[in-house]
């Protein structure tokens, strides 16, 4: 497993801006997948978006194309979520985590291994 350390949460006004860094730690980060995920209270946790480990190939969550970008430093073991024209619904905890499986790519939570302890985004209206 890998640790993960999450980062960037906060609170922001609709139509804001946010960027979530993830912190990556224990593993060869550059072979493994990462995502975000998000769940808000009484919702199950929902995927965002993925990022394959080359970063050559991403995939997002239909409620977010267009206003998040999922991208990775390798060089820095970190992952990024840039998060644009938030919206109240997208307030939630969100949550980076590592696939479980090198080279390969999923947006099934169950395929991903390690979690961060996530980061509260609040967005009002």
């Known amino acids: 497993q890998v640790q993960l350390v999450e980062s960037g949460g906060g609170l922001v006004q609709a139509g804001g801006s946010l960027r979530l860094s993830c912190a990556a730690s224990g593993r060869t980060f550059s072979t493994y997948a990462m995502g975000w995920f998000r769940q808000a209270p009484g919702k199950e946790r929902e995927f965002v978006a993925a990022?394959?480990?080359?970063?050559?190939?991403?995939v997002y969550g239909d409620s977010v194309k267009g206003r998040f970008t999922i991208s990775r430093d390798n060089a820095k073991n970190t992952v990024y979520l840039q998060m644009n024209s938030l919206k109240p619904e997208d307030t939630a905890i969100y949550y980076c985590a590592a696939h479980r499986t090198p080279y390969s790519m999923s947006t099934d939570p169950n395929n991903f291994d390690s979690w961060g302890q996530g980061t509260q985004v609040t967005v009002s209206s």
């Open positions: 990022i394959r480990g080359s970063g050559l190939r991403t």
